[in-house]
């Protein structure tokens, strides 16, 4: 079947001179000259010429349709249809990105019936499509058309290098609209093919960063916090073809402490925020300020909430089933961690006004902390109070130890600086004392 669309021109497959081709006939007359073509060679070659010239024509997508149904066909032999359809696949970045996009879609749809027999050709033409559809944003088009290519047929012969950056590839372009469920699934067999001997280096650095990334998506908070802190104090900062910048190292922490802050209140989350506190780096955070009073259990004020959520990518400001989101619920969590330091026992309606909510919800989040302890105390229904316990377990005791060490810490540090801020400003006063 030939497309009913006029081309301009082609070669005259049997005199190699240009002719004009104005008419639906002049096509199919063009076309079964090639197919008439005895030596497959030779018929190889003048397809390749036809090819070529219908490339050259510009905006002339017709005929280049007209001539991919005619390869795809039966008319031609496979042997021949191959190998044509794998030079236009290698050709086709040289056309316009949309033509591009509508001729390659035009092979895949006419070479579904084999797809089999023509994969490495439409998968080449798939990864083309996918360019097109990432610089138009289409991010998940871009995937589902990658998802298709066959990694596994035993067609073609791949490398397992290959198929992780494929799989790493399409899941980083699902992360891109959010399908956080899509993007998992792929970076899941990513990990089956990974290699700590063999792997490329720069293909595991990925594979970390995007795992990360997937679950900070599923608002796996905690778990993706620890992620991003081991990619941020990486001693190896080169990869094979890749290499990290202390930009890069500094930008892991930075998740890694929203991660930790969006977490849901607990000792871990506590011995978390520690171990990102002491960070030397971390005074130059933008969201020091909040990750310093949520290790040091002190209440966060609205404002400081506001500039913080700012900050947040939108999957981190989602909306829970109570209508609260993400950094609502962190915010209540830790508030009441620190109300829990300052009072030993308090009404829900006291409790309520400091957190900002009603003494309903109030004391349904401390039921929750409580049964999944992580808030030790006692709920007394019939007074509506809530009674904190103090040191009535090893991880509390630890907590406070900690908390207190850091403190201690934090002094010391302040006292130096002032001490070195004198020293430049008045080196006399530096000086050692004479003998």
Not at 249 to 270: D, E, F, K, N, Y
Not at 272 to 285: I, S, V
Not at 350 to 372: F, Q, R, T, V, Y
């Amino acid at each position: 079947r030939v497309s009913e669309a006029q081309p301009s021109s082609a070669r005259d497959v049997t005199t190699g001179c240009q002719i004009s081709l104005s008419t639906m006939a002049d096509i199919s007359r063009s076309l079964e000259q090639l197919v008439s073509i005895s030596d497959q060679r030779v018929k190889i070659e003048q397809y390749k010429t036809a090819l070529t010239g219908y490339l050259s024509a510009p905006a002339d997508t017709a005929s280049l349709q007209a001539f991919v149904e005619h390869v795809a066909g039966e008319a031609v032999p496979l042997s021949v249809s191959r190998v044509v359809l794998l030079e236009l696949a290698q050709k086709l970045p040289s056309l316009p990105a949309a033509q591009r996009k509508t001729i390659g879609l035009h092979v895949i749809d006419r070479t579904a019936a084999r797809a089999t027999s023509f994969e490495e050709a439409v998968s080449t033409i798939r990864e083309h499509i996918a360019g097109v559809y990432e610089e138009e944003e289409e991010w998940s088009e871009a995937a589902r058309m990658l998802s298709a290519i066959p990694l596994d047929s035993g067609i073609r012969q791949l490398s397992n290098d290959y198929k992780v950056e494929k799989y790493i590839k399409i899941a980083m372009l699902f992360l891109q609209d959010d399908e956080s469920v899509n993007a998992e699934q792929c970076i899941n067999k990513a990990s089956l093919l990974l290699d700590a001997e063999t792997t490329d280096p720069a293909l595991m650095l990925q594979h970390k960063v995007c795992y990360a990334r997937i679950l900070d998506a599923k608002r796996k908070f905690l778990e993706a916090a620890t992620r991003f802190h081991q990619l941020s104090t990486m001693q190896t900062t080169a990869f094979g073809s890749r290499s990290i910048s202390e930009e890069d190292l500094t930008t892991s922490l930075q998740m890694a402490a929203t991660c930790a802050i969006l977490a849901p209140a607990g000792p871990q989350r506590s011995r978390l925020l520690g171990t990102l506190y002491k960070d030397e780096r971390a005074p130059r955070l933008p969201n020091y300020r909040v990750l310093e009073k949520m290790f040091m259990d002190r209440l966060l004020q609205q404002d400081e909430v506001g500039a913080f959520a700012a900050t947040l990518a939108e999957h981190q400001r989602a909306t829970l089933d109570d209508g609260s989101t993400v950094l609502d619920r962190a915010v209540v969590e830790h508030n009441m961690r620190a109300v829990s330091r300052l009072y030993e026992n308090i009404s829900f309606e006291e409790l309520g006004a400091l957190l900002g909510i009603d003494a309903a919800k109030a004391e349904k989040i401390a039921w929750g902390m409580l049964l999944d302890k992580r808030l030790d105390g006692s709920i007394d229904q019939v007074d509506g109070l809530l009674h904190f316990a103090r040191g009535g377990s090893a991880d509390h005791s630890s907590d406070k130890l900690v908390a207190f060490d850091v403190q201690i810490e934090h002094i010391c540090r302040s006292v130096e600086a002032v001490a070195s801020a004198v020293a430049k400003r008045y080196p006399e006063l530096a000086a050692p004392a004479p003998a």
